[in-house]
């Protein structure tokens, strides 16, 4: 009986304490190095005190654990997140100093901020990193090689916006793109957008430096990254790719027969390519793409396929390709479609009907292509359109009348059909 109390009260001391732990006490010593970091760091501020709003909540007074906007801990009370993205710091990296002593970072988000210096050295320092963010902060010049020895990162995102020629822009030179990656693999998100890869030879061979380094891969964003083709064949061993984003670069390649295999693949986008030869009619059908945007690759060639039933393409922009052939009309099936844009093509034929069971439908360009034929009445289904162009065709036919009903109540629809050929009247 007694020593049946005492267990229970023991049990109840253990429960209760490990129930404080979870919440995680800042320790003393991480305090003092946040706010050191906050100190030694200058932002752009409207405020009074300089310091933004959101670390107004780093108070010495309060526990950095709970109350600290941007601080996550683990149970013991070390920081191991820190969120420091859009707090308008602005100036040299010199400041980060006291970061590199939060050595049980696994989480760290610089992105959005106004450093304008070099990244600083001393990622090596934090071992356990598995998320860094960098993109958009305005760092320039060599990425440093201690970000090559995070050998657990699963998330590195160093990508820009824009490129701006006024500005310098991160580079990788040495370490070389091979050097970075050539440790990582255990990455699943890789973002270098308008990173300058300075070797013409690794431009060239990206695709064997990311399959035969990053098994894991999922998302994949290079865009504007001078990367030239052919696509290598060994890029089809990245069979967990789920993203792939690689517009602005000049492949001048046909896009391979392999992308058709990509079975996780959610979204391929390659706008501006520089891509010729026929699309494989296989990429418009795999199972899992929400989102796929081929336009501006004049050099395009190719017809529209057969849609099945469980497609699940939302977003489909094929302008200014060289698409020929008719709309099929299982366009129908493409129930989740909310942008469709095939402007700038060489289609012909009818606007099928079915195009009115596109209930999800939001955005509808078909202008300059080849279409005869009525306007047709299911048009006026497309509850959610707020643009549609069907110019230059020749089309013809009144334009369906609930559907002029309801663009007249709606002040931001955009309407221009057939402005230059065609008959057509408004009912
Ligand atoms: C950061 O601030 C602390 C005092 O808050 C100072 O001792 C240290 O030298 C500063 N470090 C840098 C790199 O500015
Ligand atoms: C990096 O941070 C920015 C700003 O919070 C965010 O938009 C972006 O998605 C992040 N990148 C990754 C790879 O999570
Ligand atoms: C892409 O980057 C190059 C420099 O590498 C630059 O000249 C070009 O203007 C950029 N293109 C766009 C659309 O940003
Ligand atoms: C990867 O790590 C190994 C062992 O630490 C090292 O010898 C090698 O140089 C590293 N490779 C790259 C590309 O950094
Ligand atoms: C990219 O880096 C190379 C080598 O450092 C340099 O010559 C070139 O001008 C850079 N390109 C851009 C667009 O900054
Ligand atoms: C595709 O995604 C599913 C679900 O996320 C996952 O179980 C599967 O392993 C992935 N396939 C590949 C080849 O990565
Ligand atoms: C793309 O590359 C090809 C072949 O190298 C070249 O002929 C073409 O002019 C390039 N296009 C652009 C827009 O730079
Ligand atoms: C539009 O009409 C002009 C003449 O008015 C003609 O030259 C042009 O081929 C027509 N375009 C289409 C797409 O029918
Ligand atoms: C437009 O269609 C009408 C009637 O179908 C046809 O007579 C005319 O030749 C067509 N015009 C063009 C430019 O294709």
Redesign the pocket.
């Known amino acids: 009986m007694f020593s049946c109390l005492v267990i229970s009260v023991l049990c109840f001391l253990l429960l209760c304490s490990s129930s404080w732990a979870v919440e995680g006490q800042c320790l003393d010593e991480q305090r003092h190095l946040l706010?050191?970091l906050k100190?030694?760091l200058s932002f752009f501020s409207s405020s009074e005190s300089g310091v933004p709003v959101g670390l107004s909540s780093w108070d010495l007074n309060t526990d950095c654990c709970r109350s600290w906007e941007g601080v996550e801990c683990n149970q013991i009370g070390e920081v191991i997140g820190l969120d420091l993205s859009f707090k308008s710091i602005v100036g040299s990296t010199?400041?980060l100093?006291?970061l590199f002593r939060l050595s049980h970072l696994q989480g760290l988000n610089l992105g959005y901020n106004h450093f304008n210096s070099v990244i600083p050295s001393g990622f090596d320092r934090l071992p356990h990193l598995t998320h860094l963010n960098l993109s958009n902060s305005y760092v320039v010049g060599q990425i440093p090689i201690g970000i090559s020895r995070l050998m657990r990162l699963v998330s590195l995102d160093l990508s820009a916006n824009f490129f701006d020629p006024r500005k310098n822009h991160l580079k990788l030179e040495n370490p070389n793109l091979r050097m970075l990656v050539g440790n990582l693999s255990e990455l699943r998100e890789l973002r270098l957008d308008v990173v300058n890869i300075s070797s013409h030879k690794e431009r060239n061979e990206w695709a064997q430096i990311f399959s035969s380094s990053l098994p894991k891969l999922q998302v994949l964003s290079l865009l504007n990254c001078s990367l030239s083709g052919p696509f290598h064949s060994s890029l089809s061993k990245l069979h967990s790719l789920s993203e792939l984003w690689l517009a602005l670069n000049n492949f001048s390649a046909e896009i391979p027969e392999f992308f058709g295999s990509f079975s996780n693949l959610t979204v391929l986008e390659l706008v501006d390519c520089g891509l010729k030869g026929n699309v494989p009619q296989s990429i418009f059908t795999l199972p899992k793409l929400q989102y796929l945007d081929l336009s501006y690759n004049p050099l395009l060639e190719g017809s529209l396929p057969e849609f099945s039933q469980d497609n699940s393409l939302q977003y489909l922009s094929i302008l200014d390709l060289s698409v020929t052939g008719p709309i099929p009309s299982s366009i129908g099936n493409l129930k989740q479609l909310e942008s469709f844009d095939l402007s700038q093509n060489q289609i012909s034929g009818s606007v099928p009907f079915e195009i009115g069971k596109l209930s999800e439908l939001e955005t509808l360009d078909l202008s300059n292509n080849q279409l005869v034929g009525e306007i047709p009445s299911s048009l006026g289904f497309l509850n959610h359109l707020n643009y549609l162009d069907l110019s230059f065709n020749n089309l013809s036919g009144p334009v369906p009348r609930i559907l002029a009903k309801e663009f007249s109540s709606m002040y931001s629809f955009i309407m221009k059909i057939n402005i230059i050929n065609g008959t057509t009247s408004l009912l």
């Open positions: 706010l050191h100190h030694n010199d400041g100093a006291s």
